[in-house]
């Protein structure tokens, strides 16, 4: 076994052996995670048929858990995995395997139709406000230093103490969501008979 010499810890004993530092790790695993996330959200914008774009979704939902798992916030990157991958895409699937014409060979397509700049112009004002909101976050102005208390029973404590109108409204909200679902399928299969 190789030994460091004295004075020298241990860590720049392996960097002078050539193995890679946490640091380097770390950053070749964001490297690898934000090329497979952007690949699965190129592909699932750009594919035509319906069952690869939700394939590729979900190795989108793969890069963002991991992206999760690097910043050390397991609970949700556990979370993006459950709720993401095991139970949206799959319904989504689900949802594709009922309908037809999923394979995109009914006709040539128009990439950009008439209307493609007011959806720039939105996803333009929409970006522009996240990134106010995260540049005037309290959270982001506090530098490095500030640790944020993420363990599953402060979340869970937050969500039924401080944010519980929220998280009742979003339920009400998904609850109407899925209902409104139906209503649309039901209509088309009414016109259909």
């Not at 990134?131 to 937050?158: C, F, H, M, T, Y």
């Not at 339920?171 to 649309?184: D, E, F, K, P």
Request: charged share 15%.
């Amino acid at each position: 076994m190789w030994e460091c010499p004295s004075g020298h810890d241990r860590v720049t004993c392996r960097a002078r052996k050539g193995a890679p530092t946490v640091a380097e790790t770390m950053t070749y695993a964001f490297l690898i995670l934000s090329v497979i996330t952007l690949l699965g959200a190129l592909l699932a914008v750009l594919l035509r048929n319906l069952v690869h774009c939700v394939l590729s979704l979900i190795l989108f939902f793969l890069g963002v858990a991991g992206h999760y798992f690097l910043l050390r916030a397991d609970f949700l990157a556990a979370v993006q995995i459950l709720i993401y991958i095991g139970a949206v895409a799959v319904l989504i699937l689900f949802a594709i395997m009922l309908t037809r014409n999923v394979t995109g060979t009914e006709g040539p397509r128009e990439v950009f139709g008439m209307k493609w700049w007011s959806g720039g112009v939105i996803a333009a004002a929409l970006a522009a406000g996240v990134l106010r909101a995260v540049i005037n976050d309290p959270v982001s102005q506090a530098g490095s230093s500030a640790q944020a208390n993420s363990s599953v029973a402060e979340i869970g404590k937050a969500l039924v103490g401080h944010w519980v109108v929220p998280f009742e409204a979003m339920a009400v909200l998904l609850t109407a969501a899925l209902i409104g679902a139906v209503v649309i399928a039901l209509e088309e299969v009414m016109r259909r008979r």
